[in-house]
């Protein structure tokens, strides 16, 4: 699923979540308490453990491209891309739900402004950890750049006159410092005192290091073999008369094409499973780019010859360009692995149609599913789609089962501790 990071910022004491554009977060990995009942059985032998992957955020592996394409359509508010990568040799296995890391490389363009704003060479060398590096080179491959840490904040306020940052900062309003960072990057900071010289191993001291992006992986190791697929939207804005973008989500789409290499290291979800009896059924709600593990989940399924009924709640702005996976999908239902498939396009009629809706459409058959044994998957935007998808499934319930809030709380929160309720947002 698309999207790129979400970051804690230091004010007052406190963190504040500040959620870079196109970000990825899993409340999925926080998984349900269980109660764990003792048994007075003999002690079994320990398992030997796993060999561990040599792979990782500090160690990425350096996976070949085999496919960056755009799918949603030229008249879409959004540019959507499908990306392929060969797992080549490297030994990695993942499961339908996990993510995959990326490590991104900073906009040179960005790279370049920050140097010129510092009056230095691209090759002045800064002493980190005992040695010597090219300033470009830590500004392109291993600081943030994107979204300005607290530290850098703070030091530019004390220096600069900008009232209201300063007032933001003194009253320690932590929605006010959030919308006041939302957009701006490095360059940004720097520009509020445009008079004092800064050396470079001053401003990286006040940087954080680039962090990877983990995004929902859309592909099934078995009907994908040897390689992994992501579905990511490309997040692109303009502000102060400067064309901003996600960091990781532009550098894919403007400067990585097939046939070169990325960084990647798997990102384990073992709390956003399929079931593990084929026979369940299954409900997705999954609109734009949150569709990204249900196509995982409905290739693994068809794969597997699974049995269970497959139910998908897919829905975006418009169906001419922004039906993503739209043929895949259409197969799929011909060929029976998808049971039902409900879509809502917000902007194809007067009055806007979202999942939640198509829900209460169809919420008694809904139930019914759920009162057959269906797990019932959310992923996308956790701001709004997910709380507005919780309500109507507590709707539903309480409709359609002849129940009260209480005893419709009482029954999603069953669904959730028996981990038959699961999200992916962020």
Request: proline residues 4%; charged residues 25%.
């Amino acid at each position: 699923m698309p999207h790129e990071l979400i970051l804690l910022a230091r004010f007052g004491g406190l963190y504040s979540a500040v959620i870079v554009l196109g970000a990825t977060s899993y409340d999925g990995y926080c998984k349900a308490g269980t109660d764990i009942e003792a048994r007075l059985e003999p002690a079994k032998p320990a398992k030997a453990a796993s060999k561990r992957s040599p792979w990782n955020r500090k160690n990425p592996y350096r996976a070949t491209v085999l496919a960056n394409r755009v799918l949603s359509g030229p008249e879409s508010s959004k540019e959507v891309r499908h990306y392929a990568f060969s797992l080549g040799d490297s030994g990695l296995a993942y499961e339908a739900g996990d993510g995959l890391g990326v490590r991104p490389v900073n906009n040179p363009e960005l790279v370049d402004a920050l140097i010129g704003r510092l009056r230095v060479a691209p090759d002045t060398t800064v002493t980190i950890k005992g040695s010597e590096q090219r300033l470009d080179e830590l500004l392109t491959h291993s600081y943030e750049i994107g979204l300005p840490s607290m530290d850098l904040i703070e030091a530019f306020a004390e220096r600069s006159d900008d009232d209201e940052l300063q007032h933001i900062l003194a009253t320690g309003n932590r929605e006010s410092l959030d919308a006041w960072i939302w957009g701006k990057d490095v360059l940004d900071v720097l520009a509020l005192d445009e008079k004092t010289a800064l050396e470079p191993a001053e401003l990286l001291e006040l940087l954080r290091p680039l962090q990877h992006r983990v995004y929902s992986i859309s592909s099934s190791p078995l009907a994908h073999q040897g390689s992994v697929h992501l579905t990511v939207s490309s997040v692109r804005y303009r502000s102060a008369e400067r064309d901003r973008g996600g960091v990781c989500s532009t550098f894919l789409a403007d400067r990585i094409t097939e046939g070169e290499s990325v960084g990647v290291f798997l990102s384990a979800n073992k709390s956003f499973r399929l079931p593990s009896d084929d026979d369940v059924p299954v409900i997705m709600v999954g609109p734009g780019t949150g569709i990204a593990p249900f196509r995982a989940f409905l290739h693994e399924r068809q794969a597997r010859s699974a049995t269970g009924r497959n139910w998908l709640f897919f829905g975006d702005r418009r169906r001419a360009d922004d039906y993503i996976y739209g043929d895949e999908l259409s197969e799929m239902s011909r060929a029976g692995v998808l049971t039902r498939l409900d879509l809502a396009f917000s902007r194809d009629q007067s009055d806007k149609v979202y999942v939640q809706h198509r829900m209460t459409e169809n919420g008694k058959e809904l139930y019914a599913w759920l009162e057959e044994g269906a797990h019932f998957y959310v992923c996308g935007d956790a701001t709004r789609m997910a709380k507005d998808v919780d309500a109507t499934l507590h709707e539903v319930v309480a409709e359609h089962g002849g129940l009260g809030p209480d005893q419709a709380e009482d029954y999603v929160a069953e669904l959730k501790s028996s981990k038959r309720y699961l999200r992916d947002v962020y």
